[in-house]
């Protein structure tokens, strides 16, 4: 069974960094590109970030380029967000979430961000 | 990027009742190998989204019949057959077409009349 575990959400000032991460099992994880997706309180989901395979190709929303990067470990399983320069507007559920065949098949329980002071 | 809209946004449905909910796309989400790839996602209250449909309409494992996905190029539906109690939140339709730009639609919040 596929499960994607995040953690490292919590209440940071704007400015500030923190860094995401998702623990993946149940597949093997070094062959699947990752995504993230986040959710702010009662909206809509926003598709921000993504990651190929050996990670050597990635991809930001123009909300977060400059400010996000995602990063993975195939060796530990495990896909990351370290988030800088974060703005109210960054508070949100994140989600990690796996692709296959262009299609978001599993997702995390999400990880909970709250920038505010 | 491709927008997706959805309507309507708000979807009040008796328990028993038959609901619909549509997605349409600023492009064309047919793919150069020419599948389609649209998706469908249902998100209970406090709970992470779920897929439903992939590619216009494949079901996935565990996902009751009453649910069918239809449409093609930059029309496409979600019907629930008969609405019941737990089939209440929000659904999402998602191309993934444009990879690696993907879209979402707004959502549907469909509630119990």
């Known amino acids: 069974e596929v499960q994607l575990v995040e953690s490292g959400g919590g209440l940071v000032q704007p400015g500030g960094s923190l860094r995401l991460s998702c623990s993946a099992s149940?597949?093997?994880?070094?062959?699947?590109?990752m995504h993230w997706v986040r959710q702010a309180p009662a909206k809509g989901l926003e598709y921000i970030s993504a990651?190929?395979?050996?990670?050597?190709?990635?991809y930001y929303a123009d909300s977060v380029k400059g400010r996000f990067t995602i990063s993975r470990d195939n060796s530990k399983n495990t896909l990351y967000l370290q988030m800088s320069s974060l703005r109210a507007e960054d508070t949100a559920v994140y989600y990690c979430?796996?692709?296959?065949?262009?299609?978001?098949?599993?997702w995390g329980q999400g990880t909970l961000l709250t920038v505010s002071s | 990027d491709v927008v997706m809209t959805q309507s309507p946004l708000s979807l009040p449905v008796a328990l028993g009742q038959p609901a619909s909910i549509s997605c349409r796309s600023s492009?064309?989400?047919?793919?150069?190998?020419?599948?389609?790839?649209l998706d469908w996602f249902q998100q209970r209250p406090g709970q992470s989204p779920r897929r439903l449909i992939y590619?216009?309409?494949n079901r996935d494992s565990g996902v009751p019949d009453r649910f069918s996905g239809s449409g093609s190029g930059t029309d496409f539906t979600l019907k629930i057959s008969r609405v019941e109690a737990e089939d209440v939140g929000v659904y999402y339709c998602?191309?993934?077409?444009?990879?690696?730009?993907?879209?979402f639609g707004q959502g549907t919040r469909l509630e119990i009349k």
């Open positions: 979430v796996k692709i296959y065949d262009r299609g978001f098949d599993s």
């Open positions: 149940g597949f093997a994880f070094s062959d699947y590109a």
């Open positions: 990651i190929n395979s050996d990670a050597t190709t990635t």
């Open positions: 492009q064309s989400l047919v793919y150069s190998d020419g599948n389609t790839y």
């Open positions: 590619k216009v309409s």
């Open positions: 998602m191309q993934g077409t444009h990879w690696p730009l993907i879209t």
